[in-house]
């Protein structure tokens, strides 16, 4: 079965600073990896995908995340965070799981402070 | 406008009384999805379908029904609300596995 790791439960950065968050997976083959962001109160919003192919996918709102296979990590990233970043950001693997699922498998998330 | 919705958003109830939860999405999706939230455990699957007529259960099942009746709707029934049951809900949709799945605004339920 797989699972999701983002091993920061909580970041502050400042306003206008880079941003890295990060994301290790298990999973025995390529899994189809997401990034999702939620804001207070909404619901799941997707940033960006990774399927094959190049492995620096951009998303929206300015980020991009990079697949790296021999570290199982999919890192997000933002060169200059806004204060309209400050949210829960999920890593997600989608992956077959038994008989006919497929399924989404959620980290636990990463809450992303923004000071000005 | 392409979306998924979900009503209620807010739902307080007491212990044992029956309530279902509506989803539904506009964008012809054939795989159908419901989540609950909860705090320092993530988001959970509690039942999927794959397509009409097609549902199985997810990670915590445990309490809860589904039906796919027609494409569009996937509804969440608790037949029997207990208190640990208590969560945040969400449906979600995707056109077909693997693709990124879409989500619903959520249903915060309060099982009293």
């Known amino acids: 079965a797989q699972s999701v790791t983002q091993p920061d439960i909580h970041i502050t950065v400042s306003e206008g600073a880079s941003l890295e968050l990060r994301c290790n997976y298990s999973?025995?083959?390529?899994?189809?990896l997401f990034w999702y962001v939620q804001s207070p109160g909404q619901g799941l919003q997707l940033l960006l995908k990774?399927?094959?192919?190049?492995?620096l996918v951009q998303g929206i709102k300015g980020f991009e995340a990079e697949f790296k296979r021999s570290q199982s990590s999919f890192n997000l990233r933002k060169p200059s965070v806004h204060w309209s970043d400050a949210a829960e950001y999920f890593c997600?693997?989608?992956?077959?799981?038994?008989?006919?699922?497929?399924?989404?498998?959620f980290g636990k998330g990463t809450l992303l402070t923004v000071n000005p | 406008e392409a979306q998924v919705t979900q009503n209620p958003r807010y739902l307080i109830t007491v212990t044992g009384k029956k309530l279902t939860v509506t989803c539904s999405q506009n964008?012809?999706?054939?795989?159908m999805s419901w989540y609950r939230q909860d705090p320092g455990l993530g988001l959970r699957q509690i039942y999927y379908?794959?397509?009409?007529?097609?549902?199985d259960k997810g990670d915590v099942p445990e309490g809860y029904k589904v039906s796919r009746k027609e494409k569009r709707n996937f509804p969440l029934i608790l037949e029997s609300p207990s208190p640990n049951q208590t969560s945040l809900y969400f449906c979600?949709?995707?056109?077909?596995?693997?693709?990124?799945?879409?989500f619903g605004p959520g249903t915060r339920l309060t099982v009293t």
């Open positions: 979600a949709s995707s056109l077909q596995v693997p693709y990124e799945q879409y």
């Open positions: 999973y025995g083959a390529t899994p189809y």
């Open positions: 990774y399927f094959s192919g190049d492995t």
């Open positions: 997600a693997v989608g992956a077959p799981s038994g008989g006919s699922n497929y399924k989404l498998t």
């Open positions: 964008m012809n999706h054939e795989y």
């Open positions: 379908s794959m397509n009409v007529e097609v549902t």
